[in-house]
């Protein structure tokens, strides 16, 4: 379904983003992408909405489309994409304002707007002004600003942010329950768990390691050589595992 | 930290707040056109427009001393320019004429944009077929000005938390670098709001 061969990205200061970057994501998998600071995550995400490069190349093909300054429009109505910062994300006046922008500029239904606040359960707060929601309403919305456009692609970066725990569990029960296929890039690896059966590990701008989360993030050496760890979930179990995740045994 | 000093008043409910957003933004063009193009005899219309304003602004539940606050913030820009008149002959009248205009005038926007959501405005703007880029502008700049004085406030705190000195020079001088950051990361910003829009479609 997404397909990246040899995807390298350089910055226009000549900092070296991406190097020859390789994987393919099969259609309703859902893959965590993991790695230090400055691995290059964002990177990669923006690049698979085709905001970056500014010169397309055809590194990245999604549903068979390579995403190119042709078909940009088409990838973008695939690929729904979760910035990291809320605020960057809500730039309309009122809730309702920035959930229809997407419907509005794809040309789809508005009645699509309702619907998507409803499932982020935010339905009532359409007048509001985006300046004055907490976070993680402000993330939930962008969530909905995403969902309403029907992406077949959902991208996320570092979703559970700035989240309370209330906040992350709400997220991590809305998102098992999208259909879509899914990359979530975070530094919350208690959800990458939880959540994705596949996690791809990301250091300095290559791929180090692809493949079952339970066995990469329960290698203590490759997790502390790469700025991470061993999450605490996998390292108390629970005797019955988890019924949410049933990879995690 | 919250900001809203532009609309602050507009979500109470009046009335005034209850009555449409066309309605109240044709009226108070009206009214400034009017009050713009009458000539300065015609005392009877601005001491009309005067009584009907005052009442407009009890009705609307608006507190006095905000509105009061918010005139003498706005008015010396007009009084700088009535100023000049005076240093003309027959500069009295002219003076006269630009204050008690002026006043009507700024009073009417005030209560306009305290008893009318600014989102609603633009609504209005949009049905009358205003400039998409003009709206969008509007509408990106009301959202992201809160945003601007709360980084602005974050910035001053940590400063100011971090600042051991009361001369004057050293503070001008870190001032300088505030101000130089704030507009730094507000073209980062900027940057990555515009590749946002770009990710739902904007075109």
Redesign the interface.
């Known amino acids: 379904m997404i397909e990246v061969r040899n995807l390298s990205y350089r910055y226009p200061d000549g900092k070296e983003a991406l190097r020859e970057i390789s994987f393919t994501v099969a259609q309703g998998e859902c893959v965590g992408l993991i790695g230090p600071n400055g691995a290059g995550k964002s990177t990669l995400l923006l690049h698979l909405n085709g905001i970056l490069p500014e010169k397309l190349d055809g590194a990245v093909s999604v549903l068979g489309q390579p995403v190119s300054s042709e078909n940009i429009d088409s990838i973008r109505r695939m690929v729904g994409l979760l910035f990291q910062d809320p605020d960057d994300q809500l730039f309309c006046p009122t809730v309702y304002e920035d959930v229809a922008f997407g419907p509005q500029q794809l040309g789809l239904s508005e009645s699509l707007v309702p619907a998507a606040l409803e499932r982020v359960g935010l339905t009532g707060f359409e007048k509001r002004s985006p300046h004055h929601l907490s976070r993680g309403e402000k993330r939930r919305v962008c969530l909905a600003g995403v969902l309403a456009c029907e992406p077949r692609v959902l991208v996320l970066d570092e979703p559970t942010t700035d989240l309370d725990p209330r906040g992350k569990r709400e997220l991590k029960a809305l998102l098992r329950d999208i259909p879509a296929t899914k990359i979530i890039a975070s530094h919350d690896l208690e959800l990458v768990v939880e959540l994705c059966p596949r996690v791809i590990l990301l250091d300095r701008g290559e791929i180090v390691a692809d493949g079952k989360t339970v066995e990469l993030l329960n290698d203590e050496k490759l997790m502390l050589a790469h700025g991470l760890e061993r999450p605490h979930i996998l390292q108390h179990r629970h005797p019955h595992g988890f019924a949410e995740a049933p990879w995690v045994k | 930290m919250?900001?809203?000093f532009l609309d602050r008043h507009s979500r109470l409910d009046s009335p005034i707040h209850r009555l449409c957003a066309d309605t109240k933004l044709v009226v108070a063009l009206a009214i400034v056109s009017a009050t713009v193009v009458m000539p300065i005899s015609f005392v009877t219309y601005f001491v009309i427009l005067g009584v009907v304003l005052a009442g407009i602004a009890v009705v609307s539940k608006i507190p006095v001393s905000f509105l009061a606050g918010r005139l003498l913030l706005l008015e010396p820009l007009a009084l700088g320019v009535a100023v000049l008149a005076l240093f003309q002959p027959g500069g009295w009248y002219v003076f006269a004429t630009i204050v008690v205009k002026s006043t009507l005038c700024l009073f009417t926007m005030i209560l306009l944009s305290n008893t009318t959501?600014?989102?609603e405005l633009?609504g209005v703007l949009r049905r009358l077929r205003f400039p998409a880029l003009l709206i969008t502008t509007l509408?990106?700049m009301?959202?992201?000005l809160?945003?601007l004085m709360d980084e602005a406030e974050r910035m001053q705190r940590a400063r100011a938390s971090r600042t051991f000195t009361k001369r004057r020079f050293a503070l001008w001088k870190v001032l300088g670098t505030v101000i130089g950051q704030l507009f730094v990361r507000s073209t980062e910003?900027a940057e990555?709001?515009y590749?946002?829009?770009?990710?739902?479609?904007?075109?």
Request: aromatic share 20%.
């Open positions: 919250r900001h809203d959501p600014f989102a633009l509408a990106l009301y959202r992201y809160f945003l910003r990555r709001i590749a946002a829009m770009c990710a739902r479609g904007w075109k």
